[in-house]
């Protein structure tokens, strides 16, 4: 098949269901479940993790769940939070993150609302500080618990010169996951490498969903890209934090090559972040409009013509499925997440991680051919229609159940 041909939506492959649990178990009655929800940060940021975790609260209250979560709270959250929200005591992250909050542990007057509210559950987003301390108060109530992995935690030291401390935290990491009745991933490839990494055998899958009625090719805005500087010249966008784990630098790289070679294009930065300085430093010409959200995030999207996401700590890939769905193919890093979205040559490019070369040649191709974009535009958004948050949401409520079936009380 030729690279430029469209296909048929049934040839783009739909998201696999969750390792080990299917999809049988009705989801209109979860009156039995009662959850403590233990997350990291609930609201404190607008990210992927986080509105992944809001929506799930709502597709288990609006089933009739009792949930109660617990995370640290900040004073100018990002969005309103779903569900009841118990604030857990908490730091700002130093060294320049204070838009991070750091709890230690889980304080006894959180432990003693925890045991007042009686779960029959943890669901545990965090593996490390208070999450531990949420695992421990778990066991102590002899309470099953369902771990869900959010972030690549054991890729970030190699980003800040501290290489020395992975093998460490992967040691802490799978110290943590193996002591949980089911541990979820949010694709397979996360799984696989979970897997690999020791950190159980036969992880679940809670996958993720995109608003197809706010994320659609139907935002892009001819005005808009006039407002903002931008002509007939394709568009690469950045979409993400501006924090140097998320390939800022092979971005940056990327551009430069292109640049060097006199191709035709401009840029496009939708986010923001400690390292915004340096990043625009970078990227002069660029054309920054900071943090974006709903209907303004789709539209900005939708009004480019290429997404770069080289990020390789990415448990997901929540950005390249939302510039998907706005009909925008992704020129990603073939790492866990993106493997699992992007369809290498059909919806755009898999790159092996922190390849510049081949990310600048992935990119030319595109900009030196209109035709193959707007065929992989259309087999991207075709290919996003599968990801559907009701079908997410309910791969973890199987989780919950199994653990709830399989945890052995001590006799």
């Avoid at 049988?24 to 403590?36: E, K, T, V, W, Y």
């Avoid at 066991?139 to 190699?158: K, S």
């Avoid at 290498?344 to 191709?365: C, F, M």
Wanted: glycine share 8%.
């Amino acid at each position: 098949m030729s690279q430029s041909a469209r296909l048929d939506p049934e040839d783009l492959a739909a998201p696999a269901p969750p390792t080990g649990a299917g999809l049988s178990r009705p989801a209109g009655d979860l009156s039995a479940l009662r959850i403590a929800f233990v997350s990291g940060n609930y609201n404190c940021l607008r990210d992927g993790a986080n509105r992944a975790q809001n929506m799930l609260v709502r597709y288990l209250l609006d089933r009739g769940a009792t949930v109660r979560v617990y995370s640290p709270t900040c004073d100018n959250p990002a969005f309103e939070p779903m569900g009841d929200l118990v604030s857990i005591p908490s730091s700002p992250l130093p060294f320049g993150r204070k838009e991070y909050r750091i709890a230690w542990h889980l304080p006894k007057v959180t432990r003693d609302d925890i045991r007042a509210f009686a779960p029959n559950l943890f669901h545990i987003s965090l593996p490390l500080l208070h999450g531990r301390s949420a695992l421990k108060l778990a066991r102590t109530m002899d309470l099953p618990v369902v771990a869900a992995m959010h972030t690549r935690f054991e890729t970030y030291p190699r980003y800040y010169g501290l290489g020395i401390f992975e093998k460490p935290l992967l040691a802490v990491l799978r110290r943590f996951y193996r002591a949980c009745d089911k541990v979820v991933a949010p694709c397979e490839s996360a799984a696989q490498t979970m897997q690999a990494q020791g950190m159980g055998e036969n992880i679940g899958i809670w996958t993720r969903g995109v608003d197809t009625q706010t994320f659609s090719p139907a935002r892009r805005d001819l005005e808009w890209r006039r407002a903002h500087g931008f002509g007939d010249e394709p568009v690469i966008a950045f979409l993400g934090r501006l924090v140097v784990e998320k390939g800022l630098g092979d971005f940056a790289d990327t551009i430069a090559r292109l640049r060097a070679e006199n191709a035709r294009f401009r840029i496009l930065v939708i986010g923001d972040g400690p390292a915004r300085a340096e990043f625009a430093e970078r990227l002069r010409d660029a054309v920054f409009i900071g943090f974006q959200h709903g209907v303004e995030l789709a539209r900005a999207i939708a009004s480019s013509d290429l997404l770069l996401n080289p990020s390789t700590t990415e448990a997901f890939g929540n950005v390249s499925l939302e510039a998907m769905a706005c009909g925008v193919p992704v020129v990603a890093a073939d790492a866990t997440g993106n493997s699992n979205l992007v369809v290498d040559g059909l919806t755009g490019a898999l790159v092996p991680p922190a390849d510049v070369e081949g990310y600048t040649r992935a990119i030319a191709r595109y900009l030196a051919d209109p035709a193959l974009r707007k065929a992989h535009a259309f087999n991207a958004h075709a290919h996003s229609q599968a990801f559907t948050w009701d079908r997410a949401n309910a791969g973890i409520v199987e989780a919950y159940f199994a653990a709830l079936a399989s945890h052995t009380r001590p006799a």
